[in-house]
């Protein structure tokens, strides 16, 4: 949810806002302030994410706010004058609109704070793995399939010879992401998201080519309806 505070000292601006703000399911109104000592004071109570932000109020003005607090929340400034443009993206402003506010142009400013406000993407964990003689590192959208072998695992990485891995394939089951990869048998693993192709040889034997990898893996019948089942949903 995106948390907001309105801040204007003029009751029909507030239900304004409100009205604007009713279409966007994702936005919570956390609370409302009509002037800078009642703002500063939720603020500080409510920790919203987003102000809607007037400049002039009797006796104090909008940019007062900001710069009485070390780390203020971001702000869409909501005002009836032009002349403070300038100043509002001085202190990174995302964005300023003029009343009357028209609900395209506060949508569209939602959007930016949506982008500005969501957290960054987390980067991939990196993944050793440990042959003999051997040590690679690799995300997991770079494993396409892991195949059983006893107390070992053969590991098929993007463009890589496969590697023979002292884990089982309960150990990877564990740690690598689900989705994309599935289960899909006793003894295999699959990447959904590198799978290419299922070629029914035969009833007991599919032929699955994964984006990375030259040759196929061969999956028995079982395997092989639980992996298309996967990737028809």
């Known amino acids: 949810m995106l948390r907001v505070l309105i801040a204007d000292d003029e009751p029909l601006a507030r239900r304004a806002l409100r009205r604007l703000l009713a279409p966007h399911e994702d936005v919570e109104i956390v609370g409302e302030a009509e002037s800078i000592a009642q703002a500063m004071e939720l603020i500080g109570l409510l920790h919203p994410a987003l102000i809607l932000l007037d400049i002039e109020f009797n006796g104090a003005d909008g940019f ?3 710069a009485a607090m070390a ?7 909501v005002t009836a004058y032009a002349e403070y443009a300038v100043d509002a993206f001085a202190v990174e402003a995302i964005d300023y609109l003029l009343k009357p506010v028209a609900q395209p142009r506060l949508d569209a400013a939602l959007d ?35 195949e059983a072998e006893g107390d ?38 699959v990447n959904c998201d590198r799978v290419r192709g299922l070629d029914m040889r035969s009833r007991d034997e ?22 298309k089942q996967a990737l028809a949903t």
């Not at 406000?117 to 892991?146: F, H, M, N, S």
């Open 152 to 189: 070992f695992s053969r590991v098929h990485v993007a463009d890589q010879p496969p590697l023979m891995i002292l884990r089982n394939i309960g150990h990877f089951e564990a740690v690598l992401p689900c989705p994309p990869f599935l289960r899909a048998g006793r003894s295999i693993l």
């Open 112 to 146: 930016r704070a949506r982008r500005l406000l969501a957290p960054p993407p987390k980067e991939p964990a990196t993944l050793e793995l440990r042959a003999p003689g051997r040590l690679l590192r690799c995300v997991p959208g770079d494993i396409l399939a892991i």
């Open 71 to 77: 780390d203020p929340p971001r702000v869409i400034f």
């Open 206 to 227: 599919v032929k699955l080519t994964l984006v990375g990898k030259a040759e196929p893996i061969t999956l028995g019948r079982t395997a092989a309806g639980r992996l």
């Open 64 to 66: 007062e706010l900001l």
